[in-house]
């Protein structure tokens, strides 16, 4: 079986910016096969590129910012860092540079990525806005589903 990592980026600290480590910490209670692992990878970056590579595939949750209803869920497959949606949260130039380099290392797993329609990523808060929140149900079936 492909090792899966699912992995969650924000920053818990700026409400809906926070929603993948929201996602990660709601998937620790659910029962997931023994080839998936949860992540979270704070605010991205670089500093994953080793933890992440010798996974086969990679389901990646985070907020975007975008002209879609507050707690909007797409699915996405970038195969390059410019395939992420533009607006991308607070640390869009982190993921995109560990995308590149994996890209240059030959080392690319298939990456799926989940993002969840926020209004505003710099409210300072822990809690999700209740749009955004009403989605995390939503996604976790979405990844259940997947691995």
């Not at 990592?5 to 659910?30: F, S, T």
């Not at 869920?73 to 607006?87: E, G, K, N, T």
Request: charged share 20%.
């Amino acid at each position: 079986m492909d090792k899966t990592l699912i992995l969650g980026v924000g920053n818990l600290l700026l409400k809906d910016e926070g929603v993948g480590i929201h996602v990660i910490q709601a998937l620790e209670k659910e029962t997931l096969p023994d080839n998936v692992s949860l992540m979270d990878g704070g605010t991205g970056g670089l500093h994953l590129l080793s933890w992440i590579q010798d996974y086969d595939r990679i389901i990646m949750v985070d907020a975007t910012l975008d002209q879609n209803p507050p707690g909007t869920i797409r699915q996405l497959r970038p195969r390059y860092a410019s395939d992420f949606p533009p607006l991308m949260s607070a640390h869009e130039i982190g993921l995109r540079d560990m995308i590149e380099a994996m890209i240059l290392t030959g080392k690319l797993p298939d990456i799926q990525l989940i993002v969840i329609s926020a209004a505003d990523i710099n409210e300072v808060g822990m809690e999700l806005t209740p749009a955004v929140e009403a989605a995390v149900p939503e996604v976790i079936e979405m990844i259940k589903a997947s691995c």
